[in-house]
């Protein structure tokens, strides 16, 4: 059995959220032989090519990149089994066909932004905020054919404060889920981590499906700490929203008020100074940091010296 130091590790992931599982790898002395990232894709005004944030990090250390239209594609096959890793790594990157995620000796490991069996799927930071969960984690597991029902290697839980939305959770996570990793990999060279099939632990799962748009317009016809969450956890991205004088409003930061009322759900009520708050079933949501469509994002009482409703 190789060393930690010894493995062959090859990586693969694309936003800024996995660079720092690829750094804590490099710097914790890992052999990362190759990455795997998309494409380059056009970006800003002139749609120049642009690469990922996983590529710059990669060429900034002379570290191989593959970047694979189809994964299937021979060549990229070819190449891949020619950097004879002994396992792959997965950070934030798309599903993975059996015959990459199977291709090393010691398999595949991905870093789930969750506690898993919880929130599989595409958005398990959003969707754990805007449940109201209290906690949540990162999850190392190997890969198989479902989606994020491999085994479970190592879990290490954060807590989510009241403070907190998606964006800050993302940035905890991170750095946690780097952490775990070479803890993780650590731990199989030496043989000491011992799998747990989910199936074991699975009750009344939650679930974590990818967010579309009506996922984002804000219902006011439900609790003002339901509707909270909701902004907190689509904050920054992709960001709840709602409809102001035939606009579309975009709510980054709000505050909940539970009060008894007569004014219907959805009516809005300023000061035009200082406030800016929407009805709910039982109460207000104040909203504190917005964006009005074609303007920019900015605190309340600087959006409210150039509203009038």
């Known amino acids: 059995m190789k060393s930690f130091k010894e493995l062959n590790i090859i990586f693969l992931g694309t936003p800024d959220f996995a660079v720092a599982s690829l750094d804590a790898l490099v710097q914790s002395g890992a052999q990362v032989v190759a990455v795997v990232t998309a494409p380059d894709k056009p970006s800003g005004r002139g749609l120049q090519l642009q690469p990922s944030a996983v590529k710059k990090y990669a060429l900034s250390h002379h570290i191989p990149v593959l970047q694979p239209v189809k994964l299937k594609d021979p060549e990229f096959l070819a190449a891949l089994h020619a950097f004879k890793a002994d396992v792959q ?6 599903m993975l066909p059996e015959v990459v995620w199977n291709m090393p000796p010691m398999g595949t490991i991905n870093v789930h932004a969750s506690l898993l069996p ?3 799927g595409a958005a398990p930071i959003n969707w754990a905020v805007i449940n109201g969960e209290k906690e949540t984690g990162v999850t190392t597991f190997k890969l198989k054919h479902e989606i994020d029902t491999g085994n479970i290697l190592l879990q290490e839980k954060i807590d989510i404060l009241p403070q907190d939305n998606a964006g800050t959770i993302h940035d905890k996570l991170m750095i946690a889920g780097a952490q775990l990793l070479v803890k993780t990999l650590q731990g199989l060279a030496q043989d000491s981590i011992v799998e747990t099939p989910q199936a074991a632990m699975e009750s009344a799962i939650q679930h974590a499906p990818k967010i579309f748009k009506e996922d984002m317009r804000i219902d006011w016809n439900q609790p003002a700490t339901t509707i909270h969450n909701r902004i ?39 000061d035009h100074e200082t406030y800016l708050r929407f009805a709910t079933t039982d109460g207000w949501i104040y909203a504190e940091e917005v964006q009005l469509e074609g303007k920019k994002r900015m605190a309340i009482t600087d959006f409210l010296r150039g509203f009038r409703s």
């Open 232 to 270: 907190r956890g689509l904050s920054p991205y992709p960001t709840a929203f709602t409809m102001l004088n035939d606009k579309q409003l975009k709510l980054f930061a709000s505050r909940v008020e539970v009060a008894s009322h007569q004014t219907t759900a959805g009516m809005v009520e300023t």
């Open 118 to 120: 919880n929130y599989r």
């Open 89 to 94: 790594v997965v950070v934030a990157f798309r």
